[in-house]
């Protein structure tokens, strides 16, 4: 892509262009004012929408709606498309220039979309699906014809998709949804903070020392701004539920079968051995459950060949005996993430629910130790594959798979048969117990500066399994003054009060890292995790959950 320039390199130049089309796309009236920019020492501009004066009031009223409020509205012609989708634009514009979220632009195919769909809908006097003329964002992965898909590696710079991704289609097609942006990624989608050599790094609109997390952090980024009210992301091992948790909004890790996963671009192309799947990323638990009804009912299974046809069941709701994972046996969790745990488990208590230890033991342990390795097997040929063709460098967060020896086809074969074992020893132990679901961290933290990302054990371990889980904010938001580190002034002795003890390394330096007054007054999610394939259960169970901690 382009001539070389003498003393910059290949890659270089490319992720230069990349970044200057990107924000070459954004229209001059959607480009924030000198005079109205927050300055690079502001760390939240989550407020900026509503306080700048920069956005209508219309346009505020609209961004600052539910998807289920805004669908209700598109179906009954009380806002047309075209209005929603250029708030959503607009809102998408401001975001990515404030935290760096986006890696597509569509603006001008989003509002043509939006206004066949009103046209449609003066024409029949129907909508076209449940999710009629709502603009949803879409992960960088996420095929749409004409556009990179570069999961954020320079060698895929240049060369658009020539068909869609199924769950795109169906969306689109069958839904009724409006796609207007795609969403930034860590190279290869490989890395739990959103930073790659391509665009850069994501940043988190309530403070931008703070990470979004990752790999889907470009979306959480863009919904917790107000860019987006719907998104869709991956998630491998904690792709999903991580971004999530790091800005305090809801997402639903559904097991392999459910959601289609067709034609999309994958950083580590082949590997099935941990299956990737997508979700919803929203703000409210009632968009993921009607973003979920509505891709369900929509059959995915006649389309995508490895989708299960199950259809949307009816569940209900009771008393609910829960397993509380406290530490997962290689991690303890940070001040805030343990006082969200007890607060939700008394006050599960309280409201009659049967609340249980889980303890993780060796189980938890071998899940990661799988994970690690199934990522690694091949020895990092994947990603070297693609660096080398622009002789892209190794990012530092992704050196241990430039040191990966590669596993070969037999030890690989024998990969599989551990991990059915540890599936069924699992699946045996949580059916003596009569669990309906587990109740533990989905990070170790609330969410941390950029480049102190560590531990994906408390995500990964049910990506093994493929359990479907949700990250849930806990309503706990960390405290400075109540959060205090575990550790003593210096960060290597325990104070003699809290009788902290490191499980492993990751935990001493996690610990030692953890620097309350950053992340004061930021949200702790939770994680609620159920049996493989009850993604019904598990949001009927996560609203019980919320209830109580309302």
């Not at 989608?189 to 790659?196: D, G, L």
């Not at 979700?279 to 389309?303: E, F, H, K, M, N």
């Not at 342990?365 to 990522?375: A, I, N, Q, T």
Request: hydrophobic residues 40%; aromatic residues 6%; proline residues 7%.
């Amino acid at each position: 892509m382009g001539s070389i320039i003498p003393g910059i390199a290949n890659w270089e130049l490319i992720g230069a262009k990349k970044r200057a089309s990107l924000i070459a796309a954004i229209p001059p009236e959607w480009t924030i004012p000198a005079d109205l920019l927050p300055p690079p020492s502001q760390d939240d501009v989550t407020t900026f929408p509503s306080t700048s004066g920069w956005f209508t009031p219309s346009e505020l009223a609209i961004t600052n709606s539910t998807a289920a409020d805004l669908v209700a509205k598109l179906a009954d012609g009380t806002l047309t498309s075209v209005a929603v989708t250029r708030a959503f634009c607009k809102r998408a514009a401001a975001a990515h220039q404030l935290t760096n979220c986006l890696s597509e632009i569509l603006f001008d195919q989003a509002l043509e979309t939006a206004a066949k769909l009103d046209a449609h809908l003066a024409r029949t006097g129907k909508p076209l699906g449940p999710l009629h003329g709502l603009p949803i964002s879409l992960k960088d992965n996420f095929n749409l014809v004409g556009l990179d898909s570069t999961v954020g590696f320079t060698s895929h710079v240049g060369h658009p998709a020539t068909e869609d991704a199924t769950l795109a289609e169906l969306l689109r097609d069958k839904c009724g949804a409006v796609f207007y942006v795609k969403t930034s990624v860590p190279t290869a989608m490989m890395i739990a903070e959103t930073v790659n050599n391509v665009l850069g790094r994501t940043v988190h609109p309530r403070n931008r020392k703070l990470t979004s997390g990752g790999s889907s952090g470009g979306e959480a980024a863009l919904i917790l701004f107000g860019g987006s009210v719907l998104g869709v992301g991956t998630d491998i091992g904690g792709s999903l539920r991580i971004p999530a948790a790091c800005t305090g909004i809801f997402t639903l890790r559904p097991s392999f079968g459910r959601f289609p996963t067709g034609r999309c671009r994958s950083g580590l192309p082949g590997q099935e051995a941990v299956h990737s799947v997508n979700g919803p990323l929203a703000r409210t638990l009632d968009d993921i459950d009607l973003y979920s009804r509505a891709v369900i009912d929509a059959q995915p299974w006649q389309s995508d060949p490895k989708c299960l046809p199950i259809p949307w069941r009816p569940t209900t709701t009771k008393k609910l005996k829960v397993g509380v994972i406290w530490h997962d046996g290689m991690v303890i969790p940070t001040p805030p993430v343990t006082r969200a745990l007890k607060e939700t488990v008394a006050k599960l208590r309280a409201a009659g629910h049967e609340v249980i230890d889980w303890p993780a033991g060796e189980e938890h342990k071998l899940g990661e130790s799988l994970l690690s390795r199934m990522f690694l097997a091949d020895g990092g040929r994947a990603i070297r594959a693609e660096l080398e063709k622009t002789g892209e460098p190794w990012r530092p967060e992704m050196l241990f798979y430039a040191g990966a020896q590669d596993m070969g086809c037999y030890n690989m074969w024998k990969l599989h048969m551990e991990r059915t074992e540890f599936q069924k020893r699992y699946l045996d132990r949580w059916r003596e117990s009569g669990m309906d679901a587990i109740l533990c961290p989905t990070t170790p933290f609330s969410t941390v500066e950029h480049g102190r990302f560590r531990h994906v054990g408390y995500t990964g371990v049910f990506n093994v399994l493929d359990y479907s889980c949700i990250s849930f904010p806990s309503g706990v938001s960390v405290d400075k003054d109540v959060d205090i580190s575990l550790l003593s002034g210096d960060g290597t002795v325990a104070r003699q009060a809290s009788g902290y003890v490191p499980l492993s390394e990751t935990c001493a330096a996690i610990h030692a890292e953890y620097n309350p007054d950053v992340v004061h007054g930021m949200p702790v999610s939770l994680q609620l995790v159920a049996g493989r394939l009850q993604e019904e259960d598990v949001i009927a169970m996560c609203k019980a959950v919320l209830k109580v901690i309302e």
